[in-house]
């Protein structure tokens, strides 16, 4: 079975700062998708971004983007600029192909973002 | 109009009382999902469906049962609901297409409560 493991269960930012989430997982499988997901207070489940496996190039949308280390299996998120509304607990998922399309989620991450 | 509706959205209940919980979907998407979350921690997967015909256990069934009436319907049960089935749930859909990536959408989340 996959884990998925995110080791920081808080990070603070300033606001317009730039502050990098951390996700590692465990698989053999070799092909695989990784999401990252935010919950705000409304507790509403958010996709922030995605990436296939086979895909060497790190996904990126507008102030958010991944380093995806396949070797490592590593999936970080990094978001830029940040603003107060980022303030939410962050989600990594893995989804394997293989056993269902099921999604293991992290722990999560709690960032705060300060003004 | 939201793609992925959940009734009720917050519902406290005595102990072994059955519970239904909903979910409804408008994007058309054959897989339906239903999710647990417990304080500071990720989802677990409760069931799937990939369609009305395909019902899968996931991580935690045990105490719990689904219905899938229709494409866009996917239902919860607790038949004789306990206290630590006091949780947050989430239905989510996805459409695992010719080419896409099997991206998973979240409802709005259900807060039960088991005294």
């Known amino acids: 079975a996959q884990t998925v493991t995110q080791s920081q269960p808080e990070m603070s930012v300033q606001e317009a700062e730039t502050v990098t989430l951390s996700c590692t997982y465990d698989?053999?499988?070799?092909?695989?998708?990784l999401f990252w997901y935010k919950q705000p207070p409304s507790r509403q489940m958010i996709l922030v971004i995605r990436q296939e496996a086979y895909k060497q190039q790190n996904a990126t949308e507008n102030r958010f983007s991944v380093n995806f280390q396949k070797a490592a299996k590593s999936f970080s998120l990094k978001i830029s600029d940040s603003q107060l509304g980022d303030a939410a607990m962050y989600f990594c998922a893995y989804l394997s192909i293989n056993a269902g399309n099921m999604l293991t989620f992290g722990g999560g991450t709690r960032l705060m973002v300060k003004p | 109009d939201a793609d992925v509706t959940q009734t009720p959205r917050n519902r406290i209940t005595k102990t072994g009382k059955r519970i239904m919980l909903e979910c409804s979907q408008t994007k058309g998407h054959d897989r339906m999902y239903w999710y647990r979350q417990d304080p500071g921690l990720g989802l677990r997967l409760i069931y799937y469906s990939f369609d009305v015909k395909d019902i899968n256990k996931g991580e935690i069934s045990d105490g719990y049962s689904v219905s899938r009436q229709a494409q866009a319907k996917f239902s919860l049960s607790l038949e004789s609901a306990i206290p630590n089935q006091t949780a947050l749930y989430f239905c989510?859909?996805?459409?695992f297409g010719q080419g896409a990536v099997d991206t998973q959408y979240f409802g709005p989340g259900t807060r039960l409560t088991v005294l």
């Open positions: 698989t053999s499988e070799s092909d695989y998708y």
């Open positions: 989510a859909t996805s459409d």
